[in-house]
Nanobody, 111 residues
Framework: VQLQASGGGSVQPGGSLRLGCVAS??????MGWYRQGPGNQREMVAV??????KYGDSVKGRFTIHRDCAKNAVYLQMNSLKPEDTAVYYC?????????WGKGTLVTVSS
């Protein structure tokens, strides 16, 4: 199983970025994004399942997660970015209770 993430980079406050993650090897019912900022624990950003989407409180209304099942991919559109969104973002996929993680991609929000 591999999770290949793309996107990330540096952006000014108020800007937008889009992260993508393509999974290979298995089809996952649950996919999502987590992040870990400087000095912080890893936290859930957004998760998407067959039942719907769930967002962390700090990103609600600004971030949107969606899936492309044909590509076995998940995307995270991040708008109105804030300096506190600066973190390493990790793609996650869960199958039957087992978690798989992609390599992190750094998002830096700074003026």
């Amino acid at each position: 199983v591999q999770l290949q993430a793309s996107g990330g980079g540096s952006v000014q406050p108020g800007g937008s970025l889009r992260l993508g993650c393509v999974a290979s090897g298995k089809m996952f019912a649950i996919m999502g994004w987590y992040r870990q900022g400087p000095g912080n624990q890893r936290e859930m950003v957004a998760v998407i399942t067959l039942a719907g989407e769930k967002y962390g409180d700090s990103v609600k209304g600004r971030f949107t997660i969606h899936r492309d099942c044909a590509k076995n991919a998940v995307y995270l559109q991040m708008n109105s970015l804030k300096p506190e969104d600066t973190a390493v973002y990790y793609c996650n996929a869960n199958l039957e209770g087992k978690n798989y993680w992609g390599k992190g991609t750094l998002v830096t929000v700074s003026s």
